[in-house]
């Protein structure tokens, strides 16, 4: 049963906040989402936000509402992880609550509920087709940072379901980046095999051409360039002749200052693929 | 001497913050400032915030800067009150840091600190003057809920500095809003003159005809409406013939995804009139 927790009227629709039992979690989640003022069978697209963040970052801060109500689609913004006092959680930003990293974790404690792989690819994804009548085919995923690695291994595992893929300041690689080394060791033990499984380069070689394009934007003054790992993506995607738009951003950071400066981009790349 | 401590490149522009010491306030204070890519003698437009905010709400969550970027304006988004913790302050949300009003306290402890309506009237503009080469007479002024109060009182006070104003859900009673019981108890000690110097309502009736117009948004579902007194400005607006636009928006409450909606409007309501 979806219980709605926030309802605010933004640019003609309505910036909601709704809370569920999620069973791939064992816990209750909350998933925000943008309802413009025509909703039957408009295309869907899945945002996933990055480390720290909540469900409330992108619906508070990119200014994406007036995109989404202009060209009626319908966002969903998930929360990025289990969320509770009976939770596993850590001192640490880059592991347990905040830090989902969007995988099924296999190693105790994390595999009881940090299962966000399966909450967005399957659950979320049910929830939505059974409480909505948007479109069932129109379906876009993008993300920023560890949203934009979610957004880029959901997308590339799941190619039937998501149409169209972007990431902005994505983080590419799940073996070679500091921000994933804490939950790769306890979510998976380090397991070469199982990080491989969901890492975007990795994907890339197996999966390869799945999608026409991809698009993938990063500030030129991003100050965790170094820990994305998008240039070694981007050379991976060239020599798999898988296409990709890569846009480096005179000047932008890595926050949601550069986030709102590019969301029409995302939204109107987009709609440009599901529309058709 | 004015310092950066934020400086993020936002729609080819940068959203500053500065920190500087306050001669009127006599502590550190902050404010935000959009400077658009190009910035020789552009409008300049302060917009006040409302209780509990600082110069932070407004510039991550109103999705101005979009605007401000594609007219060319520099936009200042002050905090609302001194901060500190030599600064008096109380468990009431309504006074204290947080909630200065936009007024002059009168009253100990408050008085030493709680300058606001200097610090923006006078101290501001004149740093903004000496530190940047923005138009020096193409200035408006608009403001949320509190801060549409404090744009309503300053600018009709100095209808010689700011040339427009507006306001979004503006409290605009001081004598009868619950949200300034407290501060009008215990900064002016209830003194009726000192209240009637600031209040919206009786400044109209003194300043009459000041503006060609004055703009007011508010949403139909504001849960805070009965405690603005709207409907009360409007009628005095009307009896004095101070022309007043005044929209109602269906379904909008008094958050800011009611902002974010309706910032664009104010935005250009300023330029059409800053820019002859």
Redesign the interface.
């Known amino acids: 049963m979806l219980n709605i927790v926030e309802n605010?009227?933004?640019?003609?629709g309505y910036?909601r906040v709704y809370q569920h039992q999620s069973k791939s979690n064992n816990c209750t989640m909350r998933f925000a989402l943008y309802l413009p003022d025509i909703f039957e069978n408009i295309p869907v697209l899945f945002f996933l936000s990055g480390l720290t963040c909540n469900e409330q970052n992108f619906i508070?801060?990119s200014?994406f509402?007036?995109y989404a109500s202009e060209y009626k689609i319908a966002v969903i913004a998930p929360d990025t992880s289990p969320r509770g006092n009976e939770i596993s959680d850590s001192n640490n930003s880059f592991l347990g609550q905040g830090a989902g990293f969007y995988v099924n974790a296999k190693e105790n404690p994390w595999s009881k509920n940090f299962m966000m792989y399966d909450y967005i690819t399957k659950e979320l994804p049910k929830i939505i087709e059974e409480n909505f009548s948007f479109s069932s085919s129109k379906i876009g995923i993008f993300g920023h940072s560890m949203g934009g690695l979610g957004a880029i291994q959901c997308a590339l595992k799941n190619n039937d379901y998501y149409k169209s893929v972007s990431a902005l300041a994505p983080i590419c690689s799940l073996h070679k980046s500091d921000f994933a080394r804490e939950a790769m060791k306890n979510y998976f033990n380090n397991d070469k095999d199982l990080i491989n499984s969901y890492d975007p380069i990795n994907l890339i070689k197996e999966y390869k051409s799945s999608f026409e394009n991809i698009y993938i934007d990063v500030?030129s003054?991003d100050e965790f360039f170094h820990d994305l790992f998008i240039n070694d993506f981007v050379e991976i995607c060239n020599s798999v002749n898988q296409k990709i738009i890569f846009k480096k951003r005179l000047?932008?950071?890595h926050?949601?200052?550069?986030v709102?400066?590019f969301i029409k981009d995302h939204i109107e790349y987009h709609l440009n693929i599901l529309k058709e």
Not at 255 to 258: E, H, R, S
């Open positions: 605010n009227k933004s640019f003609n910036q508070q801060k200014g509402q007036r500030g003054e000047g932008y950071g926050n949601y200052y550069f709102q400066s």
